[in-house]
């Protein structure tokens, strides 16, 4: 977003043999649409390298929750598993109606990707 200053987190991993390195770049505050009554997110990207340098993930999400240095990885890591899970057909056993949308952004850019996802259920009359 153009004048929004980057917060950055690099974290390297090893994992069952193989070295990640996770960088997170995020920014709070961007409105989600404009006009002075839009909602305010946060804004969170990820890009996963392995040791040679070679990307393997790439993704960026946009969520209400406060990003700070401490949250960023767990934040990424539930949106990411939510990502997984809902578009393959997984339900919510307690809930009226659910509908999500997903945006995939790549990093710098513009949406790539919108997918909605409802769980089916009906609202209670």
């Not at 949250?71 to 809902?86: D, G, L, N």
Request: aromatic share 6%.
């Amino acid at each position: 977003m153009q004048g929004a200053s980057l917060d950055e987190q690099t974290v390297t991993q090893k994992a069952a043999g193989k070295r990640l390195t996770h960088r997170y770049r995020w920014f709070t505050d961007a409105p989600l649409r404009d006009g002075r009554d839009a909602m305010l997110v946060n804004w969170v990207g990820v890009t996963v390298t392995d040791a040679r340098g070679k990307v393997t993930y790439s993704s960026a999400f946009v969520t209400s929750l406060p990003i700070t240095s401490d949250t960023v990885a767990e934040i990424v890591a539930c949106a990411r598993a939510r990502w997984k899970v809902e578009p393959r057909g997984s339900r919510l056993d307690n809930a009226a109606v659910s509908t999500t949308t997903f945006i995939a952004v790549p990093i710098p850019g513009t949406p790539k990707a919108l997918k909605k996802v409802t769980n089916g259920l009906t609202p209670a009359l």
